[in-house]
């Protein structure tokens, strides 16, 4: 049985005379364990497609028009209130684009990683000592003292370092990262891909990443799906969409990615009239 | 943080010394002086006074004397915390406040209390039903009752329920009834409660509407954070959310008024106390400002400022307990 099977998923705003189909009818199945990366530019709906897995998308402004989400075979749209908490953080958990926003500003770090675990793991005795455990496997040095540290006084890699953490430490059976590097330098956005490799060689966890550059795919995600316009236009395996990409926008997402070695006076920019 | 506090402190004297010359310039050059309010009704007046007698007065008060000299020196005894005499009563302006101060302090104080206790939770409710019937109906009442003058509403409140006309619920005026040397324990301060009820009305309504709108504002742009997103993904309860993560952020600017409402309630209590014929601060300034008592007005006016400016201190004391961003270095 698949962990993760979306099918025929819509989600509409604004006015349902004349609606913006921000998801329209999307379906894909993950496998738990498998690592897949939602591809697409902004407004093509994969940031609405990852919080709507746990309803975490406010209906209203949102509604979900059509379809079925299904996390490990319960009906995620009509599961009430209290379960869907329960599958919130341990089912599936969320990495943020934004980490210094993403946390809370007035409680530390360590306080924030607890809420986490005495909501999902209340059997945890020594809570501490899980956290310091948590902080140090997504590589945060002397976890003991950071953990009284608040958000502000940690740089950005290491606030997404954290929120990892918070994430990770509920054991989820699905990681989405919706974003997790744009809003950090290059440096860091590697350091922080190389954590999430790492991670993933380390447990039996799916992952959903959430991207809008093809250059981090490459290396990373078994399965790719490329998003456009509300739409699933073009998946498979990384590698063979990555070779022989069919939709003209996955073949112009590809060529958006400057590549090494190659003279180019300008930057790719996609031809919207070529595809619609 | 102890530099800061400080050099904050430090502050508070230029600050006092502009607040204190400007008040003592304005009730001393403005039209009228003592001399003319005890000779009131004129040469020709049964209290009538000779323009001998009332140089004499002007003189004795030292009137004459040029304005920043008189300044100076009053500033002089008040660094012997010596406020002087009233020209009034000739009691001294320290025992004529001390003996209404309580009285405001508890009026403002409980004014003050529940403001908060009350706008706070409005101000959460209408930010969580925003746009919705709940959310327009304490917003269009908060209005109504910010736009309406306190002397107005405490007119309406004694026509309402204490005058008799229509309901006798509640004392019309002053602190206690007149038997209330007979009264138990117990008995009096009840007593004395019913007498406090209308006039912290009349202080509390103007500063809740305020702050439940502030409230408002502060709780919806603390509901529109990414961390509040992130709490939910952890699967908090909404309660949790709101309550704990949304309302801690939405404290921060809600407390720094607190510092601001303090002049609004005390100046507030001036008329308050004076339709209430409540024995406060607030009324002796009002007569001290008629009878142009300037020792008093200038101790009040001492009074009030340093428990203003102690108010803000207070407040950016407050912003860095909830704040863990601010450190003052």
Same mark, same amino acid.
């Given at each position: 049985?698949?962990?993760?099977h979306?099918?025929?998923? *819509? ?15 999307? #379906? ?15 407004g093509?709906?994969?940031?609405? +497609?990852?919080?709507a ?6 209906s209203?402004?949102?509604r /979900?028009?059509s ?16 379960e ?5 953080? #341990?089912?599936?958990a /969320? ?6 926003? #993403? ?5 530390t ?6 809420e986490?675990i005495?909501?999902?793991?209340? %059997? ?10 948590a ?8 976890? %003991?003292?950071?953990?009284n540290? /608040?958000?502000h ?21 699905l990681?989405?990262a919706?974003?997790? +590097? ?9 350091q ?5 490799k790492?991670?993933?060689q380390?447990s ?20 790719v799906?490329?998003?456009?316009q509300?739409?699933?236009?073009? #998946? ?13 926008? +996955? ?20 031809? /919207?009239a *070529?595809?619609? | ?23 003592? $310039?304005?009730v ?17 007046g ?16 030292? &009137? ?5 000299t ?12 010596d ?6 009563d000739?009691?001294? =302006? =320290? ?6 101060i309580? &009285?405001t ?36 009442t908060?209005?109504v009752?910010?736009s ?13 329920v204490?005058?008799g ?9 002053g ?13 009096? $301060? ?11 009305i ?5 500063? $809740?509407?305020y ?8 709780m ?19 309660r949790l ?6 309302l ?7 407390i720094?008024i607190?510092?601001l ?7 507030g209590?001036?008329i ?27 101790g ?29 270095e």
């Amino acid at each position: 049985m698949a962990l993760l099977h979306v099918e025929n998923l *819509g989600i509409h705003f604004g006015p349902p005379e004349d609606p913006v189909r921000a998801v329209d009818g999307i #379906s894909f199945e993950m496998a738990a364990g498998e690592t897949m990366a939602l591809v697409g530019e902004s407004g093509s709906g994969k940031s609405v +497609t990852a919080l709507a897995l746990t309803r975490l998308l406010a209906s209203p402004p949102a509604r /979900y028009v059509s379809g079925r989400i299904e996390f490990e075979g319960r009906d995620v749209l009509r599961l009430p209130e209290r379960e869907l908490r329960a599958l919130r953080g #341990s089912g599936i958990a /969320y990495v943020f684009q934004e980490p210094s926003s #993403s946390l809370n500003p007035v409680f530390t770090i360590g306080y924030q990683i607890r809420e986490a675990i005495d909501l999902h793991r209340p %059997e945890i005795r020594d809570v501490t000592g899980e956290i310091v455990r948590a902080l140090d496997t997504v590589g945060i040095r002397e976890p %003991e003292k950071r953990l009284n540290d /608040y958000p502000h006084q940690l740089s950005g890699g290491m606030q997404q370092r954290v929120m990892i953490a918070m994430a990770l430490a509920c054991r989820p059976r699905l990681l989405v990262a919706d974003e997790p +590097t744009t809003a950090l330098d290059v440096t860091i956005q590697k350091q922080i891909m190389d954590l999430l490799k790492a991670l993933k060689q380390q447990s039996n966890m799916a992952i959903l990443l959430i991207t809008h550059n093809f250059g981090l795919v490459a290396d990373f995600a078994d399965r790719v799906l490329v998003m456009f316009q509300g739409r699933i236009v073009e #998946s498979g395996p990384t590698a063979e969409v990555l070779r022989n990409p069919q939709h003209l926008y +996955t073949r112009a997402l590809i060529e958006c990615v400057p590549k090494l070695g190659q003279k180019q006076r300008r930057l790719k920019v996609i031809d /919207y009239a *070529g595809i619609n | 943080m102890t530099t800061y506090l400080i050099r904050r402190i430090l502050l508070l004297v230029p600050t006092l010394l502009g607040i204190t010359l400007l008040t003592f $310039l304005l009730v001393r050059e403005a039209p009228g002086n003592i001399a003319l309010m005890k000779g009131a009704g004129g040469e020709n007046g049964s209290r009538a006074m000779t323009a001998e007698q009332r140089e004499a007065m002007i003189k004795l008060y030292g &009137l004459d004397k040029d304005p920043f000299t008189a300044y100076a020196e009053w500033i002089g005894r008040l660094t012997r915390l010596d406020l002087g005499d009233s020209w009034v009563d000739h009691r001294s =302006v =320290v025992a004529k406040i001390g003996e209404r101060i309580g &009285l405001t302090a508890s009026l403002a104080g409980s004014a003050l209390l529940i403001s908060y206790l009350v706008a706070i939770p409005l101000g959460v409710i209408a930010a969580i039903k925003r746009g919705q019937v709940t959310d327009r109906a304490i917003s269009f009442t908060v209005f109504v009752l910010y736009s309406i003058p306190s002397f107005a509403a405490a007119l309406l409140l004694i026509l309402l329920v204490a005058g008799g006309d229509y309901l006798n619920l509640l004392p019309m005026y002053g602190t206690n009834s007149i038997n209330a040397s007979e009264m138990g324990r117990f008995e009096w $301060l009840w007593d004395r409660i019913q007498h406090m009820i209308l006039p912290v009305i009349c202080l509390t309504y103007g500063s $809740l509407s305020y702050i439940s709108r502030y409230a408002r504002v502060s709780m919806l742009e603390a509901l529109a954070q990414d961390f509040i997103r992130t709490a939910r993904a952890k699967g908090l309860p909404e309660r949790l959310v709101i309550l704990h993560h949304a309302l801690r952020n939405a404290l921060i600017p809600i407390i720094t008024i607190f510092a601001l409402e303090l002049p609004v309630l005390i100046s507030g209590a001036v008329i308050i106390e004076e339709i209430f014929s409540l024995p406060g601060m607030g009324q002796l300034m009002f007569a001290s400002l008629e009878a142009r008592d300037n020792p008093t007005i200038m101790g009040i006016t001492v009074f009030v400022s340093i428990l203003t400016l102690l108010g803000y201190l207070l407040a950016d004391i407050l912003y860095v307990v909830v704040d863990p961003r601010i450190r003052y270095e």
